[in-house]
C-alpha cells in the first residue's frame, strides 16, 4: 500500500533550537496538510498546499513555524525558536484535490517534545 | 465555520457486542463528506468509513456502519461484534469538496475481553 512517510519519527530538542519535520506524500498525491495534535487542543490545521502552492496556513503561528514543498516529493514543517508549548505530534497528510470521495491518507506522525 | 461535536470522551463495550459513537457537525453547505478515523496507539491515523452527503443511503464496511442523518447533521459510527482490535481513539471529520478535514475531539473505545 502507499503511505506517506514522515520523519522524523520521534525529536527532543532544546528550547530555542530549530526542528525541521519532513514529510513524503504519496505519489501522484497534489494536495498535503500538517496537522498538529495536542490533548488540549484535538487534531488542528497549520495549514496545506495543492500542487505545492500554499492554500491556508491561517492555522499557524507565523512568528515561529514555517511549511514549504520544495518539491512534490517533499513538505517540510520548520519552528525556530521552538518553545515548550509546541510539544505535540504533528502529522503530514495527503490527498488528491481531483478525487473527492477519497480519504486524505495520514502519516505516522511526528512526535515533538520540546524541553 | 464548520464545527465537529463528539459528545462521548470515552465509552466501553464488551467483547464481541456492539457499540455506537456518537458525532454532529455543523454546517450550511448541503454537499460535502464525513468520514471516521481510527488512531490505535500506534498513533497512525486510519480511515475506517466515508459517508457522500447527497447519499442517502448509509455507508458500510464490514463491521463498521454509520447512521447518517442529514437533517439532525448526525453521522454516527456502529462497531458490530467489537475485537480488541478495535480499541482506539476514534474521530469523525468533515470536509467540503477537496479542502481540509475538520475532525472532532475524539471518543475512546475500550473492548473488554
Known amino acids: 500500500d502507499a503511505r506517506v512517510t514522515q520523519t522524523p519519527r520521534d525529536k527532543v530538542t532544546e528550547m530555542g533550537q530549530e526542528v525541521t519535520m519532513r514529510c513524503q506524500p504519496i505519489?501522484?498525491?497534489?494536495?498535503v496538510f500538517w496537522y498538529r495534535q495536542t490533548m488540549m487542543q484535538g487534531l488542528e490545521l497549520l495549514a496545506y498546499?495543492?500542487?505545492?502552492?500554499?492554500?491556508?496556513d491561517s492555522g499557524m503561528p507565523k512568528d515561529r513555524f514555517s511549511a514549504e514543498m520544495p518539491d512534490a516529493t517533499l513538505a517540510t514543517l520548520k519552528i525556530q525558536p521552538s518553545e515548550p508549548r509546541d510539544s505535540a505530534v504533528y502529522f503530514c497528510a495527503s490527498g488528491n484535490g481531483d478525487s473527492l470521495m477519497d480519504g486524505y491518507t495520514f502519516g505516522s506522525g511526528t512526535r515533538l517534545t520540546v524541553v | 465555520a464548520q464545527t465537529v461535536t463528539q459528545s462521548q470522551p470515552e465509552m466501553s463495550v464488551q467483547e464481541a457486542e456492539t457499540v455506537t459513537l456518537s458525532c454532529t457537525y455543523d454546517t450550511s453547505e448541503s454537499d460535502y463528506y464525513l468520514f471516521w478515523y481510527k488512531q490505535p496507539p500506534s498513533r497512525q491515523m486510519i480511515l475506517v468509513i466515508r459517508q457522500e452527503a447527497y447519499k442517502q443511503q448509509n455507508a458500510t464496511e464490514n463491521r463498521f456502519s454509520v447512521n447518517f442523518q442529514k437533517a439532525a447533521k448526525s453521522f454516527s459510527l456502529k462497531i458490530s461484534d467489537s475485537q480488541l482490535g478495535d480499541a482506539a481513539m476514534y474521530f469523525c471529520a468533515y470536509r467540503r469538496g477537496a479542502q481540509k478535514l475538520v475532525f472532532g475531539q475524539g471518543t475512546r473505545l475500550t473492548i473488554n475481553p
Open positions: 505519489l501522484g498525491h497534489n494536495t
Open positions: 498546499f495543492r500542487n505545492r502552492a500554499p492554500l491556508d
